[in-house]
């Protein structure tokens, strides 16, 4: 079965620090990858995704960035944090192929930018 | 552009009795319109989606939706509400021309007294 990891679990950092944040997923191949932000009361936002490896789209301008480098990882990463960053960052993958759209989560980072 | 809208912040309703979380979309075609559940500090699980077919459609946990093309609506619905259904509820839209991008609402409390 398919499995997809996250971590760290929670995260606090100083402003001006910089971020990476990791996802990978198991037991499928080329999946679709995405990273959302949910803040505080609000719905999801979607910042990045990709369909393959090297290949991202953005979705929003902001602080952040994404990296693919292999089939099943999928990295965010900052050079230096604002506070507004701070939220809950999600990373979910779907198949590339055969039942589409169904987006599998990750139990999320807390961000927390002080 | 797509976009759903859930009217409701929370919804309070008490164990035993029927439940109703409200959604409506707008897309500029035909939608794929998902629901997911979110439990505290914890990503979202996939619980059932309307791609084609039966308006009515049945996934996890005992919970129902119905598409209602005229009325641009995919209310979630359950008979008989648990304490253990106590969380948050997101809708979501995606159209085949968008990919596998979901568009999410910005979610309904649901909590449930004795």
């Known amino acids: 079965s398919q499995t997809i990891h996250q971590w760290p679990a929670t995260l606090v950092q100083p402003v001006g620090s910089p971020l990476s944040l990791e996802c990978t997923v198991e037991?499928?191949?080329?999946?679709?990858l995405y990273w959302y932000r949910q803040a505080a009361g609000r719905g999801l936002q979607l910042l990045f995704y990709?369909?393959?490896?090297?290949?991202i789209s953005s979705e929003v301008p902001q602080n952040l960035s994404a990296s693919r480098p292999q089939d099943r990882q999928f990295i965010l990463s900052s050079k230096k944090l604002l506070l507004s960053d701070s939220g809950f960052y999600l990373c979910?993958?779907?198949?590339?192929?055969?039942?589409?759209?169904?987006?599998?989560f990750g139990a999320g980072t807390r961000l927390s930018v002080l | 552009a797509q976009s759903v809208a859930q009217p409701e912040d929370q919804v309070n309703v008490a164990e035993g009795n029927p439940l109703t979380v409200k959604c409506t979309y707008s897309?500029?075609?035909?939608?794929?319109l998902f629901w997911y559940v979110q439990y505290p500090n914890r990503g979202l699980q996939f619980l059932l989606k309307?791609?084609?077919?039966?308006?009515l459609v049945k996934g996890s946990y005992g919970f129902e939706a119905e598409f209602n093309k005229s009325q641009t609506s995919f209310h979630l619905t359950k008979p008989s509400a648990h304490m253990s259904d106590a969380a948050e509820y997101f809708c979501?839209?995606?159209?085949?021309?968008?990919?596998?991008?979901?568009?999410f609402g910005t979610g309904t409390r649901l909590a449930v007294r004795p």
């Open positions: 979910a993958w779907s198949q590339s192929s055969g039942i589409k759209n169904i987006q599998y």
């Open positions: 037991g499928t191949s080329n999946p679709n």
């Open positions: 990709s369909v393959g490896i090297g290949q």
């Open positions: 897309v500029s075609g035909n939608p794929y």
């Open positions: 309307y791609i084609t077919g039966d308006n």
């Open positions: 979501a839209v995606s159209l085949k021309s968008s990919g596998d991008k979901l568009t």
